[in-house]
Nanobody
């Protein structure tokens, strides 16, 4: 059973920073594409950043220069470092990964973690 467990959300001041983590566990053979999405209150889910299978990292224009995706492949953890946070960054953040096991190959999603940016 594969799970993605997110942590690191919370309240931050405008201009502050948070780091989200997403840990994958289970009988994992390989992980290719990983990324982060977010869903602001009352809005649709949107791409934040994706690290594709060809090694490219694509950031949404709204977070370029402020957010950074990184991976700890040995521990199967993906991080989202969020700097210079803005109120419009307030959302539920979801990690995503395409994961191959011995019997499946499909997309997985974390449970979501709330990020609130407010003074």
């Amino acid at each position: 059973q594969v799970q993605l467990v997110e942590s690191g959300g919370g309240l931050a001041q405008p201009g502050g920073s948070l780091r989200l983590s997403c840990a994958a566990s289970g009988s994992i053979v390989s992980i290719s594409t990983v990324g982060w999405y977010r869903q602001p209150p009352g809005k649709e889910r949107e791409l934040v950043v994706a690290n594709t299978s060809n090694g490219l990292t694509n950031y949404a224009d709204s977070v370029k220069g402020r957010f950074t995706l990184s991976r700890d492949n040995a521990k199967n953890i993906v991080y989202l470092q969020m700097n210079n946070l803005k109120p419009e960054d307030t959302a539920v953040y979801y990690c995503h990964a395409f994961i191959v096991t011995k019997i499946t190959a499909r997309n997985y999603w974390g449970q979501g973690t709330q990020v609130t940016v407010s003074s």
